[in-house]
């Protein structure tokens, strides 16, 4: 059973670098490697569509994934929103992401958050699969899954400033519906973010305000997780996004907003058993690799790459992105997504389009591969998002009232 579990194990990495091979020009390929990889696929449209970014945007109630520090700047009284994305649908049909969040202002400075991610790997048919005693159990079926619940304050601390605090329940259950409780448990964690914001708007005449704001968030940061009951341990991705953004109204009707945002993972680099002369120094360097304590992994992630300062420069995954809005009401985006072809090769452009009214909101994005010669599994990916504004229903039903 235990070459089971490492199986389902071998699926979860495999899908967070789920195009690895798709355009692989080198041998050396060594990507940064985490359990519960599903917490660091983008869940919402808007932020699909710009290339999977939004730690510096402007606030929406999406905000608690990209960096919740941003909930202090917005403007409505709270709000709720759900998305759903159906993913890897080019190899396999019933892997998905549900996602539920939501926000309320406690005055002007305050606000609250919360949201609710469910991965699911779909339904694994096993076959001639040894039970927990030794008996062969013909036909067992997984359904694997995972799940966080997390919860954020963030806070106005100046006329530009904000920050926030969040922390999130992590749960990992990669043989559900199988009973193997002898050799595997699902793995549970607790982890936290913090998030910062700095956002400067300018005058540019009497009705046109643009802005420029940066954004950061240091999310996941917890210990490491175990399907086995302590036996062994993995990181989870504790990732550091920065990004920058610039809003610039070009009259009152249209507006253009730019994006550029860096994110990395913060976790120790495995060894590459060919940088080592002997396997005994290769296993020692494998034991002092696992062995790694949280804070030390996340300052080690800076340093530690087998190829130097060139390939921690290659660890580093940046995206871009555009969005146009016509009378905060039709919204157009653009982006494109880069990650090293050593370190996982996800490449690709993402559109996306918005539609937003006095009660609610619908996005959707499209991801298009940007291999030319190869087949990417991220291709054709879809995202799909409603959001509803709490100040929009109360006044709807403020004027049936009437």
């Known amino acids: 059973m235990r070459r089971v579990k490492a199986s389902f194990v071998g699926l979860a990495m495999m899908l967070s670098v789920a195009n690895a091979n798709a355009d692989k020009k ?46 202090a700047n917005m403007d409505n009284k709270g709000g709720v929103a759900i ?35 469910y991965f699911s790997y779909g339904e694994i048919n096993l076959t001639d699969m040894p039970g927990p005693s030794g008996e062969v159990i013909s036909n067992g079926t997984a359904k694997p899954y995972e799940m966080s619940i997390d919860v954020a304050y963030s806070r106005a601390l100046s006329q530009y400033w904000s920050a926030a605090v969040a922390l999130r329940f992590i749960y990992s259950d990669l043989m559900n519906g199988v009973s193997d409780e002898q050799t595997y448990k699902a793995a549970k964690m607790v982890a936290a973010d913090i998030a910062a914001t700095y956002r400067r708007p300018f005058d540019l005449s009497e009705k046109r305000v643009a802005a420029l704001s940066f954004g950061t968030n240091i999310s996941n940061i917890g210990g490491k997780i175990s399907y086995d009951d302590g036996a062994t341990k993995q990181y989870i991705p504790t990732n550091w996004r920065l990004g920058v953004s610039f809003d610039y109204p070009v009259d009152i009707y249209n507006k253009f907003t730019l994006s550029y945002e860096l994110n990395k993972l913060l976790v120790p680099t495995c060894p590459v058993r060919s940088e080592y002369d002997d396997n005994l120094e290769f296993q020692a360097a494998m034991e002092e690799y696992r062995n790694y304590g949280t804070v030390k992994g996340i300052f080690k992630s800076f340093g530690d790459a087998p190829g130097g300062f060139k390939e921690e420069m290659q660890e580093i995954m940046w995206s871009m992105g555009a969005e146009y809005s016509y009378r905060d009401m039709f919204m157009a985006r653009f982006g494109y997504f ?65």
């Not at 510096?56 to 994934?65: G, N, R």
């Not at 649908?89 to 892997?95: G, K, L, M, Q, T």
């Not at 940007?370 to 929009?392: E, I, M, Q, V, Y």
């Open 26 to 71: 080198s041998d050396y390929f060594n990507p940064l490697q985490s359990a519960v990889p599903s917490l660091s696929i983008a869940p919402d449209a808007r932020g699909g569509g710009m290339g999977d970014l939004g730690a510096a945007t402007s606030a929406d109630v999406y905000s608690q994934y990209w960096n919740p520090s941003k909930y």
């Open 83 to 117: 998305s759903y994305t159906p993913w890897l649908r080019s190899i396999i049909n019933d892997i998905d992401l549900a996602y539920l969040v939501g926000y309320y202002k406690l005055d002007d400075r305050q606000a609250i958050s919360a949201s609710l991610r």
């Open 338 to 402: 880069h990650e090293n072809e050593h370190k996982g090769n996800r490449k690709y452009f993402s559109a996306g389009v918005g539609f937003k009214m006095r009660v609610f909101e619908i996005n959707a994005a499209y991801l298009i591969a940007a291999h030319s010669n190869a087949s990417c599994p991220l291709d054709k990916t879809l995202r799909f998002s409603l959001g509803f504004n709490f100040d929009g229903i109360k006044k709807l039903v403020d004027n049936s009232e009437e």
